[in-house]
Protein backbone atom coordinates (compact mmCIF):
# COMPACT_ATOMS: atom_id res chain seq x y z
CA UNK A 1 0.00 0.00 0.00
CA UNK A 2 1.45 3.23 -1.11
CA UNK A 3 1.20 6.73 0.54
CA UNK A 4 -2.07 7.92 -1.87
CA UNK A 5 -3.79 4.47 -0.31
CA UNK A 6 -2.76 5.72 3.02
CA UNK A 7 -3.69 9.04 2.62
CA UNK A 8 -7.44 8.39 1.08
CA UNK A 9 -7.87 5.87 4.05
CA UNK A 10 -7.04 8.80 6.42
CA UNK A 11 -9.08 11.10 4.59
CA UNK A 12 -11.82 8.00 4.51
CA UNK A 13 -11.48 8.45 8.26
CA UNK A 14 -12.13 11.84 8.54
CA UNK A 15 -15.18 11.89 6.07
CA UNK A 16 -16.41 9.02 8.27
CA UNK A 17 -16.06 11.40 11.55
CA UNK A 18 -17.35 14.41 9.99
CA UNK A 19 -20.76 12.86 8.41
CA UNK A 20 -21.38 11.33 12.08
CA UNK A 21 -20.57 14.76 13.38
CA UNK A 22 -23.28 16.17 11.16
CA UNK A 23 -25.77 13.53 11.51
CA UNK A 24 -25.30 13.41 15.57
CA UNK A 25 -28.73 14.06 17.63
CA UNK A 26 -29.13 17.89 18.67
CA UNK A 27 -31.72 19.50 20.65
CA UNK A 28 -33.56 22.00 18.89
CA UNK A 29 -35.84 24.39 20.09
CA UNK A 30 -38.70 24.88 18.20
CA UNK A 31 -41.24 26.45 20.10
CA UNK A 32 -42.22 28.11 23.20
CA UNK A 33 -42.93 25.73 27.05
CA UNK A 34 -46.98 26.27 26.22
CA UNK A 35 -47.08 25.48 30.36
CA UNK A 36 -45.09 28.49 31.08
CA UNK A 37 -46.75 30.60 28.72
CA UNK A 38 -50.20 29.85 30.52
CA UNK A 39 -48.79 30.18 34.08
CA UNK A 40 -46.37 33.10 33.50
CA UNK A 41 -48.70 35.20 31.63
CA UNK A 42 -52.37 34.10 31.57
CA UNK A 43 -53.29 32.42 34.81
CA UNK A 44 -51.24 35.10 36.79
CA UNK A 45 -53.28 37.54 39.24
CA UNK A 46 -53.11 40.06 36.90
CA UNK A 47 -53.18 38.34 33.13
CA UNK A 48 -51.46 39.63 30.28
CA UNK A 49 -52.70 41.73 27.49
CA UNK A 50 -53.18 40.25 23.85
CA UNK A 51 -50.28 42.88 23.12
CA UNK A 52 -47.76 41.37 26.20
CA UNK A 53 -48.63 38.22 25.12
CA UNK A 54 -47.44 37.82 21.73
CA UNK A 55 -44.96 40.65 22.11
CA UNK A 56 -43.38 37.35 24.71
CA UNK A 57 -44.17 34.84 22.18
CA UNK A 58 -42.35 36.58 19.30
CA UNK A 59 -39.44 37.27 21.82
CA UNK A 60 -39.59 33.63 22.62
CA UNK A 61 -39.67 32.57 18.88
CA UNK A 62 -36.52 35.02 18.14
CA UNK A 63 -34.50 33.46 20.96
CA UNK A 64 -35.49 30.03 19.37
CA UNK A 65 -34.30 30.99 15.86
CA UNK A 66 -31.25 32.49 17.19
CA UNK A 67 -30.42 29.36 19.36
CA UNK A 68 -31.13 27.13 16.80
CA UNK A 69 -29.31 29.52 13.65
CA UNK A 70 -25.60 29.25 15.46
CA UNK A 71 -26.34 24.74 15.41
CA UNK A 72 -27.69 24.98 11.76
CA UNK A 73 -24.05 27.23 10.93
CA UNK A 74 -22.17 24.31 12.54
CA UNK A 75 -23.91 21.65 10.76
CA UNK A 76 -23.34 23.73 7.95
CA UNK A 77 -19.87 23.85 8.17
CA UNK A 78 -19.16 20.48 9.14
CA UNK A 79 -21.16 19.03 5.91
CA UNK A 80 -18.52 21.61 3.65
CA UNK A 81 -15.17 20.10 5.29
CA UNK A 82 -16.66 16.80 4.74
CA UNK A 83 -17.42 17.04 1.04
CA UNK A 84 -14.11 18.67 0.39
CA UNK A 85 -12.91 15.55 2.25
CA UNK A 86 -14.85 13.15 0.05
CA UNK A 87 -13.37 15.14 -2.62
CA UNK A 88 -9.65 14.81 -1.47
CA UNK A 89 -10.18 10.95 -0.66
CA UNK A 90 -11.52 9.78 -4.46
CA UNK A 91 -8.86 11.96 -5.51
CA UNK A 92 -5.74 10.58 -3.57
CA UNK A 93 -8.18 6.56 -4.38
CA UNK A 94 -7.90 7.13 -8.37
CA UNK A 95 -4.11 7.98 -7.64
CA UNK A 96 -3.37 5.20 -6.08
CA UNK A 97 -4.94 3.11 -8.44
CA UNK A 98 -3.09 4.48 -11.53
CA UNK A 99 0.08 4.63 -9.53
Known sequence: ???????????????????LATLW???WESSADSEQVLKRLIEA????????LRRAMMLQM?????????DV????TLFQIASGMLICELTLWIIALIY
Open 73 to 76: GQLA
Open 45 to 52: EEPASVVE
Open 25 to 27: PRL
Open 1 to 19: MGLASWAALGAFLAVAALS
Open 62 to 70: QRSYARNWG
